[in-house]
């Protein structure tokens, strides 16, 4: 059982960054791979980032690549997402979520466990 909190959110002005936390509870985190996902008010759930179970594999969408960075730490059990030059349109509520498979997937329905979500607003 894996237990997923995060942290970081707020309200941050255009450009700026905010880097979020995601704890979790359980012995074996290094063997799940980790993703997030970001959901508007009133749009889909979508994919953002996700890395593997070792933390040498890193994915992203096509519209946070070359602004956001996932990484992760086995020892602590958190993984981070890095934010900068953020967006309007990066405003959403962010989820942690946890995949017992060594490699992250793009599909929410893939994941074993999920955080309660955390919100990120960007202010133009």
């Known amino acids: 059982q894996v237990q997923l909190v995060e942290s970081g959110g707020g309200l941050v002005q255009a450009w700026g960054s905010l880097r979020l936390s995601c704890a979790a509870t359980?012995?074996?985190?290094?063997?799940?791979?980790m993703g997030w996902f970001r959901q508007a008010p009133g749009k889909e759930r979508d994919f953002v980032s996700g890395?593997?179970?070792?933390?040498?594999?890193?994915y992203y969408a096509n519209s946070v690549k070359g602004r956001f960075t996932v990484s992760r730490d086995n020892a602590k059990n958190t993984v981070y997402l890095q934010m900068n030059s953020l967006k309007a349109e990066d405003t959403a509520v962010y989820y942690c979520?946890?995949?017992?498979?060594?490699?992250?997937?793009?599909?929410?329905?893939?994941?074993?466990?999920w955080g309660q979500g955390t919100q990120v607003t960007v202010s133009s």
């Open positions: 890395i593997s179970w070792s933390g040498g594999g890193t």
């Open positions: 979520t946890a995949r017992s498979n060594p490699m992250p997937a793009t599909e929410w329905a893939s994941y074993n466990y």
């Open positions: 359980g012995r074996t985190f290094s063997r799940y791979a």
